[in-house]
């Protein structure tokens, strides 16, 4: 499959995941005004494929920030009030002819809050033995975290993925 027709599918995947998960977090009615609220819901989850939609809650204008050291950072305003938006990471494995040296791995990092959005796709160029969960993976688990403070959500080429939800300096 040409590396053209997987960056849509991929797209696709990801639109799926927003379009088919409710914005409102299943959150405590009342939030500390030093945490924000977490909830994980894996989407795809196989050897080629994974998708994964993070949904942040927080009881006032907040800032996402989420990526990686092979990545830069993207962010978005939470404007709501409260504030509520998500993340979205996708990664796909893409197939090479046999007897290739070196496969392919999409990633897709996106957060989105009020119409606002960031995103960072990119296309990595790795060895054909590397697996999908051995490149990317995202271990954030749903719960309630101290703003301001990096979360680990998951793993890039090696380097953790970070979240971030800050205060607004609004």
């Known amino acids: 499959m040409k590396i053209t027709y997987l960056v849509p599918v991929l797209a696709v995947a990801l639109l799926t995941a927003y379009a088919e998960t409710s914005r409102t977090a299943s959150t405590p009615e009342q939030l500390a005004d030093e945490s924000f609220h977490l909830t994980v819901e894996r989407v795809i989850t196989n050897q080629n494929v994974v998708v994964s939609v993070l949904k942040i809650h927080v009881s006032h204008n907040a800032f996402v920030s989420v990526g990686s050291e092979p990545l830069s950072r993207i962010g978005v305003a939470l404007a709501d009030s ?30 989105e809050s009020s119409g606002n959005s960031a995103a ?49 300096s609004k």
């Open 82 to 111: 409260p504030g509520n938006g998500q993340v979205a990471l996708g990664a796909s494995r893409i197939i090479t002819h046999q007897g290739d040296d070196t496969a392919y791995i999409q990633t897709f990092v996106s957060a």
């Open 120 to 168: 960072a796709p990119r296309i990595n160029r790795v060895p054909a033995d590397t697996t999908l969960d051995s490149f990317f993976s995202v271990s954030a688990v749903s719960g309630d975290y101290k703003l301001d403070t990096p979360v680990e959500i998951g793993e890039l080429g090696g380097k953790p993925m970070t979240l971030i939800v800050g205060k607004s």
